[in-house]
């Protein structure tokens, strides 16, 4: 396997992106007088505001929906895997580019947010796609048709992308700054006087971005649909999570990020879903086959393993706050890795876990749920490259704060 997909033409490398230097690459592009964990950490600050006025838009679209359906006890129904996934699109490009192009309440034009829209869904499906080329690849002919469509869909979300650029240094000329990550990287471009960079940086901007739309957004979407799941098969559970929102936050004002620390009990949720749904599936096979001399896929199944956990199958996060307290997903304990481990571990641990944290603690404390029929939600993986569930989840929800709490803004209003 490891020989038939090894390029043996060295010539097709990837494209380099020029002004990198031995060893520490294009680091050197970061050092805006600050060191480099103070300048991610800058971008970091900017985009948390646009989170809390996202989740403000997605859920007041949902308190509408109830209204509209009569507003009953019984609540409406939801594919609650799109929502989450548009609510996490939208959270990662407003981030990005403070672009909105899911859901009812875009920020530009409907054709505009419905053709970039499906941009980035194609994007992500070609990305995740098994061609039979890649295992034999004399027989690549045969998908002239997908490459064909592969290739038109890399150029189109290149000029996008180059648009953006623009939009974004036009705006910086006019003084506008929208506090997103393509004004920050923008601005630390502009200060380089690195002569290989003679492209602004383009490159190398228009790479970050994308990197960043399509990594940081699939495993957070995954994450939520499965712990919703798993509380929507666990009633008791999820009377105790809300139990949890009651007393730490009540019902007068949203959650915030900074509540976050004193959500124990949901945060041991959020541990026990990504051990028992890791996201990323596959990642276990390259660390692997590359650099462990231990069995095939045993690394892929640590976080079930019996030797382990007790009760490896059950959903018990109970059990991260007291026998396996100590374990975290930062990287320092083998037995849970769903960020992967070493120089290749995710880099977006603190933001993947705020992320899927405040989006659970805000859902909890917004909505009650329920399955159709109150039958149990079924638990079927997908087996692709990202651990999706199989089928959409559809759930009853119902409102359960005061409506002034589902406006634009209403998380500022506490
Ligand atoms: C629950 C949320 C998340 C999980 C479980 C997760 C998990 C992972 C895993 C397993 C990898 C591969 C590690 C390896 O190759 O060994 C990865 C890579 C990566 N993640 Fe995350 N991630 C999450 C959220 C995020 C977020 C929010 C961001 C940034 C905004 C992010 C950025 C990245 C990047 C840039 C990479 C490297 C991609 C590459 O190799 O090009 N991730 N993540």
């Known amino acids: 396997m490891k020989s038939l997909r090894r390029p043996k033409n060295k010539k097709r490398m990837a494209p380099m992106v020029p002004g990198g230097w031995p060893l520490i690459g294009h680091l050197r592009a970061f050092d805006n007088g600050k060191q480099s964990n103070h300048t991610f950490g800058d971008m970091a600050d900017v985009t948390e505001h646009s989170r809390a006025g996202e989740v403000d838009v997605a859920f007041g679209e949902l308190y509408r929906q109830w209204e509209q359906k009569g507003g009953s006890q019984k609540g409406v129904l939801v594919d609650m895997s799109q929502e989450f996934h548009d609510l996490i699109k939208n959270f990662s490009l407003m981030m990005i580019a403070g672009k909105r192009y899911y859901g009812a309440s875009p920020n530009c034009e409907i054709g505009e947010a419905m053709r970039c829209g499906k941009l980035f869904r194609d994007f992500v499906d070609y990305f995740g796609l098994y061609l039979l080329s890649d295992l034999v690849p004399p027989l690549g002919w045969l998908e002239w048709r997908t490459k064909r469509d592969m290739k038109r869909t890399a150029s189109a979300l290149d000029e996008l992308l180059e648009a953006w650029i623009e939009e974004h240094k036009k705006k910086r000329k006019d003084s506008v700054s929208g506090g997103n990550l393509l004004d920050l990287l923008l601005e630390v471009f502009e200060q380089q006087d690195n002569p290989s960079l003679d492209d602004g940086g383009h490159k190398t901007i228009k790479s970050l971005c994308l990197n960043l739309v399509l990594s940081g957004t699939q495993a957070t979407i995954v994450t939520l649909v499965w712990a919703v799941s798993l509380l929507a098969n666990n009633p008791d559970v999820l009377k105790k999570a809300q139990e949890e929102l009651q007393r730490t936050i009540g019902e007068s004002r949203a959650v915030e990020e900074s509540d976050l ?21 596959l990642t276990p096979y390259r660390v692997v086959m590359e650099d462990f001399d231990i069995a095939n896929e045993t690394f892929m199944f640590l976080q079930r393993d019996p030797n382990l956990w007790s009760n490896p199958e059950a959903f018990e996060r109970e059990r991260f706050l007291t026998s396996d307290r100590e374990v975290d997903v930062g990287g320092q304990s083998y037995k849970l890795t769903p960020f992967g481990l070493g120089r290749m571990a995710c880099p977006g641990i603190p933001l993947g876990m705020t992320m899927v944290q405040y989006l659970l603690a805000r859902f909890l404390h917004s909505f009650d749920l329920a399955t159709p029929s109150g039958q149990d939600v079924d638990m ?16 009853f929800i119902t409102p359960r704060l005061h409506k002034s709490l589902y406006q634009n803004g209403s998380h500022r209003a506490c």
């Open 380 to 395: 079927i993986e997908n087996n692709g490259f990202a651990n999706y569930k199989a089928t959409p989840l559809e759930l």
């Open 261 to 281: 620390k004193d959500l124990v009990y949901l945060q041991a949720i959020v541990k026990e879903t990504l051990r028992l749904y890791p996201p990323a599936t």
